[in-house]
């Protein structure tokens, strides 16, 4: 992933933050108003000393003795990621995998707002999408047009390995700034673009090796 | 991620091992019989010196001068990455992302075969999944005899986050060693167990954080 004006935050901070985000998230209903650092640490399997660290980047948040207020800490994690304000989203390519991340509901709870969905296959353009409002399919060859129009920074990649490269450079091109991308391929993008790639048979491949050492245990 | 057994391998170059695969896999059928370290670490972003250092744990597979021979690498990289072999998977939830990694061919191109499918909706148990060659979604608490049966090491988690630890743990108990979890909540697993999280929208909030520095484009 490159680094576009944060350069002094190490990469793996910023990825807890998003953990302590989460869980805030889900512990902000209940009945503690405030978490310490240990207790933070402990949900996610790490110690005090690195949530501290990892907060003390942006600022001074705790009070010694009482922790961290959580209503307070969410806001100010979601201004730090920039989750407080909502990004357009395009989502390019809907096989089975595009289908299924166009109805993820994870995506708009973040702020994450799909707002254009494109493909190469004309048998989908001009399909509505009720899981998006609606929306309606439009054909991959609009992508610049719809980007400048929509103001689409951000864009998900969910095409076949040998589109991904074109497709990319066409989202690039057009101005979006941020990839995520589920093609199973390493994409190159201009060094002001920051690029993130999944790729879920790798994902698993990963595990596996991990178990090479260790016998089954039936 | 837990290692059990590989100790010395440096996880970001087990990483690479994969990505060297992928990209070999996509080339094997070109003309081009062999290919250099700088090659591969150019079609990936890395460096020569990086590709052979990453290899060289493993053992000596390429000659000077000419490089690495692409189809002995792909059988080396498989049977070092273990995908040289099927491995039974269970897929456990069955909401729009579990039937999309139900209908994602990349797992079993990778000799990952979903053997099982799991759900805690009576109305989906029974139902036959024409993607998974029609075996039929089973319900959460046939589980664990399940796994055992089928000799199941690698679970895939699409249930909500509040059901993920729970059936984190019925896998765990019944033998389930590998546990790739797409639910948004980090899970606590047995030290002898290999757990890999993949949270979308985290991914997204990444690629929003390295944004908030830059202007939009247009």
Chains 1, 2 share one sequence.
């Not at 961290?68 to 994690?77: A, F, K, P, T």
């Not at 994450?112 to 060859?141: W, Y």
Request: include cysteine; glycine fraction near 8%; charge should be positive.
């Amino acid at each position: 992933m490159k680094d576009t004006g944060s350069e002094s935050i190490p990469e793996p901070a910023v990825k807890r933050l998003s953990l302590y985000l989460r869980h805030l998230e889900r512990i902000r209903s209940g009945s503690a108003k405030t978490i310490s650092s240990r207790e933070l640490g402990e949900a996610l399997g790490l110690t005090d000393a690195q949530v501290r660290k990892d907060l003390a980047y942006f600022g001074q948040f705790g009070q010694p003795g009482i922790g961290y207020q959580i209503e307070d800490l969410v806001g100010q994690l979601r201004r730090i990621l920039g989750t407080d304000r909502v990004w357009n989203v395009a989502l390019i390519g809907l096989g089975n995998l595009g289908r299924a991340l166009a109805a993820y509901k994870g995506f708009l709870k973040k702020g994450f707002q799909i707002v254009a969905v494109f493909d190469a296959d004309e048998s989908k353009v001009g399909r509505a999408l009720p899981e998006l409002e609606s929306i309606k399919v439009q054909h991959i060859r609009d992508l610049a047009r719809t980007v400048v129009a929509k103001r689409i920074r951000l864009a998900i990649l969910a095409v076949p390995a040998e589109m991904a490269q074109e497709v990319a450079t066409q989202c690039t091109d057009a101005g979006v700034q941020g990839i995520l991308n589920f093609a199973p391929v390493s994409l190159a993008v201009p060094s002001d673009v920051t690029e993130s790639s999944v790729d879920l048979a790798v994902q698993l491949e990963q595990l596996a090796f991990r178990l090479l050492g260790s016998p089954p245990k039936f």
